[in-house]
C-alpha cells in the first residue's frame, strides 16, 4: 500500500489570466455569487487595511509553533502562489517575520494567509508585503516538527486546497474552488454593474429595498397586503 507524501510538490494552479480577472473584484463580490461561501472567519485580518493579495494556494499544515514546514514552502514555492497556512489558530509564537517575509518576496510569493501569529509588523509593513493573519507576537517559533505541504488545509473554518484561488483585502479573504473561478468571474462583473446601479437609485431617493415588503411577510413580521 502506497503511502501519501507529506510534500505534494505538482498540483494544477489557478492561471494568472485567472487570477488577474479575478483581482479587480473585492472578496465580498467574490463570495456573495459563491453562494456566501468561502470567506475566512473575520479572526483573519490583513496586517494593515490596504494590504491586497491574489493568487493560488500553496497548503502548509505545521504544528503549533513550528515554521519548519513553512521554510520548506517557501523553497517549494511558484511565483503568484499565496502561502495558506494552518497554523492551528496558535497565538503563542510568531510563525513569520521580516526575514521570511523577504524570501517570500523573492521568490515571487503574492502573499501570506496564516491562521497563526507573525510578528515584525512594523517592518512588514512598511515592505507593504501583503500578509492576513490571526495577529500578532514577537516570541519566535521552533523548527523541529513535521508538517504537510500541498495537502488540503482547514484555514479560517474554510477548506483549502492547494491550487484554489486566494482573494485577499480590507474585508477579509476569500477561498474559491480552482474549477469554480472561470465560471464565476462573468457573475462577479455583472454584480459590480448591478450594485453600482443600486447606489445610483439610492442617491436619487430609492433607499428601501424593493424585496422589503415580501420578506418581512415571509419572515412573519408584516401581516399579508399589510406594507411598511
Keep these: 500500500m502506497n503511502q501519501l507524501s507529506d510534500i505534494i510538490r505538482d498540483f494544477e494552479r489557478v492561471s494568472p489570466d485567472l487570477v488577474r480577472q479575478a483581482s479587480a473584484f473585492q472578496s465580498a463580490i467574490l463570495t456573495d455569487v459563491a453562494g456566501r461561501r468561502g470567506a475566512l472567519h473575520g479572526r483573519i485580518q490583513a496586517l494593515r ?28 514555492a511558484q511565483p503568484g502562489d499565496v502561502l ?18 523577504n524570501a517570500c518576496r523573492q521568490v515571487g510569493i503574492a502573499g501570506v494567509v496564516i491562521d497563526g501569529a ?66 464565476l468571474l462573468p457573475a462577479a462583473a455583472q454584480k459590480v454593474v448591478d450594485e453600482a446601479a443600486r447606489i445610483e437609485a439610492v442617491k436619487k431617493g430609492s433607499t428601501s429595498a424593493k424585496w422589503l415588503d415580501s420578506a418581512m411577510r415571509n419572515a412573519g413580521v408584516l401581516k399579508e397586503n399589510e406594507r411598511l
Design 49 to 76: 487595511h490596504r494590504m491586497k493579495l491574489a493568487g493560488s494556494a500553496l497548503t502548509v499544515e505545521v504544528r503549533p509553533g513550528d515554521n519548519l514546514m513553512i521554510h520548506a514552502a517557501i523553497a517549494l
Design 84 to 101: 495558506v497556512i494552518d497554523g492551528k489558530g496558535d497565538l503563542s509564537a510568531a510563525l513569520m517575520g521580516t526575514i521570511m517575509m
Design 118 to 183: 507573525v510578528r515584525d509588523s512594523a517592518e512588514i509593513d512598511e515592505m507593504d508585503f501583503p500578509v492576513f493573519s490571526l495577529g500578532t507576537n514577537p516570541n519566535g517559533p521552533t523548527k523541529l516538527a513535521s508538517g504537510r505541504i500541498g495537502h488540503p488545509v482547514s484555514v479560517g473554518g474554510v477548506t483549502v486546497c492547494p491550487g484554489d484561488l486566494v482573494v485577499g483585502d480590507a474585508d477579509g479573504v476569500v477561498i474559491v474552488e480552482r474549477e469554480r473561478v472561470e465560471s
